[in-house]
C-alpha cells in the first residue's frame, strides 16, 4: 500500500542536513566565531589569573613586563597608537568589576602593574 500523505522534500537526512546548512550558512558561521570569541576570551582571563597569581611577595613584576602586560590588558591594538595613560583608562573601562564582561582579579593586576609603571616613571601618570 502506498504511503499517505505528502512527499518528503529530501531523499535522506543527510540531503535535509546539507540543505539545512545551505540555507543557515551565514547564522552558523557567526555562531561559531561567537564561540570561537568566547573561548578565547575565556583563555585570555584564565592566564591573566596565572599572572596575577604568579606576582606576589616572592616574585616582583619588572618595567618591561609590567608595560607588555598593560598593553596586553588594553587590548593591543596596533593600528592605534596608544599613549600610557590612555592604555590604562581603556583596560580599566574593559575589566573593571561592575561591568559586566569585566573580571576583579584582571583588575588588580591592572593596578598591580599601574603601579610598577608609574613608580618607574614619576611623570608617567600625568602624560
Known sequence: M??????????SEACKQAAYRERHRERIAA????????????????????RFHQIGSDRSLGVNA???????????DDSTRLTPKQAYRRASRR?????????ETVFKLLQAVYRVLVASHPDWHRQ
Open 66 to 76: 609590567a608595560l607588555e602586560l598593560m598593553w596586553e590588558l588594553a587590548g593591543r
Open 95 to 103: 575589566w573593571h568589576p561592575d561591568v559586566p564582561e569585566g573580571d
Open 31 to 50: 555562531a561559531r566565531r561567537e564561540a570561537y570569541a568566547t573561548a578565547r576570551q575565556r583563555a585570555r582571563v584564565a592566564w591573566f589569573h596565572q
Open 2 to 11: 502506498p504511503r499517505r500523505g505528502p512527499r518528503p522534500r529530501w531523499c
